[in-house]
């Protein structure tokens, strides 16, 4: 069983920045690919970020790319997205995933958090 739990949303003004956090509860957490995904209103969710296994490799989704950076401590469960540049089109609730196989498709994946509102002020 997997557990994941995010912290970090909030309001913020454009050009801002925040990052989220997400613990996950396993003992094989170095067995999990891991990402985030979000969703506005009247959208459907959409992948954001993702990172592999050991860290070394990762993906971003275009409309955050040079803006937002994933990566993983594996030491303490955690997964990180760090947001600079918000716009309020990033305006969402962020839901931290995890999968045991690679692929781009966050929101598709198997595992999910219960998310985090962030919402950006123009």
């Known amino acids: 069983q997997v557990q994941l739990v995010e912290s970090g949303g909030g309001l913020v003004q454009a050009g801002d920045s925040l990052r989220l956090s997400c613990v996950v509860s396993?003992?094989?957490?170095?067995?999990?690919?891991l990402g985030w995904a979000r969703q506005a209103p009247g959208k459907e969710r959409e992948s954001v970020a993702a990172?592999?296994?050991?860290?070394?490799?990762?993906y971003r989704a275009d409309s955050v790319k040079g803006r937002f950076t994933i990566h993983r401590n594996d030491a303490l469960n955690t997964v990180y997205l760090q947001m600079d540049s918000l716009e309020p089109e990033d305006t969402a609730i962020y839901y931290c995933?995890?999968?045991?196989?690679?692929?781009?498709?966050?929101?598709?994946?198997?595992?999910w958090g219960q998310g985090t509102q962030v919402t950006v002020s123009s």
């Open positions: 990172i592999t296994w050991n860290g070394a490799g990762t």
């Open positions: 995933a995890a999968n045991r196989e690679w692929n781009v498709y966050v929101h598709l994946w198997n595992f």
């Open positions: 396993t003992r094989t957490f170095s067995n999990y690919v």
